[in-house]
């Protein structure tokens, strides 16, 4: 699914009722397998019209109605963090920082690092990355901000293979990464 990580004021998404927290796991009858497939999704669905969502919420699934709107250029930045533009670009992952949210719906007090939001093809999907894994460490540089995470994925050397520290599921762990050529 997608895990709903900001609700920005005014938009129809609040108008629904939708939460931080949220687990989208359905628009309009069609699962999600990522948060990527919900943009593609929505992009493609005509303004003004309802989509229903299937989400879960606190253990519990229920169905919302959301009329898509047009995004407006002060509705996509009110209240949205810019997710990492290198790794979005270059690694095929987009990364968030770690708000109180997330760390609490996925039980990460005293987790330093990264949250990544989403994984597209590329070098994230192919080294085994997942959305909800939280980076700590990238090429022995500790991450804990989104600005430091970019500083850190412009530096990578083209066509290396690089140690990515992730923490899942009450772990951690080290990937190896193969930074792309190009």
Same mark, same amino acid.
């Given at each position: =699914?997608?895990?709903?990580?900001?609700?920005?004021?005014?938009?129809?998404? /609040? %108008?629904?009722?939708? /939460?931080?927290?949220?687990?989208?796991? %359905?628009? #309009? =009858?069609?699962?999600?397998?990522?948060?990527? @497939? &919900?943009?593609?999704?929505? =992009?493609?669905?005509?303004?003004? %019209?309802?989509?229903? &969502? /299937?989400?879960?919420? #606190?253990?519990?699934?229920? *169905?919302?109605?959301?009329?898509?709107?047009?995004?407006?250029?002060? @509705?996509?930045?009110?209240?949205?963090?810019?997710?990492?533009?290198?790794? &979005?670009?270059?690694? =095929? @992952?987009?990364?968030?920082?770690?708000?109180?949210?997330?760390?609490?719906?996925? %039980?990460?007090?005293?987790?330093?690092?990264?949250?990544?939001?989403?994984? #597209? $093809?590329?070098?994230?999907?192919?080294?085994?990355? /997942?959305?909800?894994?939280?980076?700590?460490?990238? $090429?022995?540089?500790?991450?804990? *901000?989104?600005?430091?995470?970019?500083?850190?994925?412009?530096?990578?050397?083209?066509?290396? *293979?690089?140690?990515?520290?992730?923490?899942?599921? #009450?772990?951690?762990?080290?990937?190896? &990464?193969?930074?792309?050529?190009?």
């Amino acid at each position: =699914g997608a895990l709903i990580a900001k609700v920005v004021p005014g938009s129809p998404s /609040e %108008k629904a009722g939708l /939460e931080v927290g949220d687990v989208i796991l %359905k628009y #309009n =009858g069609t699962k999600l397998e990522s948060s990527s @497939m &919900l943009q593609h999704l929505v =992009g493609a669905s005509r303004i003004d %019209k309802p989509a229903e &969502l /299937e989400i879960l919420r #606190n253990g519990e699934r229920k *169905t919302v109605k959301v009329n898509i709107g047009e995004l407006k250029n002060d @509705m996509a930045q009110g209240g949205m963090e810019e997710p990492a533009q290198e790794s &979005l670009s270059r690694l =095929g @992952m987009s990364v968030v920082e770690l708000d109180k949210e997330i760390r609490s719906l996925y %039980k990460l007090d005293g987790i330093k690092g990264v949250f990544v939001q989403s994984v #597209n $093809n590329g070098a994230a999907k192919n080294a085994g990355i /997942e959305p909800g894994d939280v980076i700590q460490m990238i $090429n022995r540089v500790r991450v804990s *901000t989104v600005k430091e995470f970019d500083e850190a994925v412009k530096d990578l050397p083209k066509g290396s *293979t690089v140690a990515v520290l992730i923490h899942r599921r #009450n772990g951690a762990r080290f990937i190896p &990464l193969q930074v792309p050529k190009e």
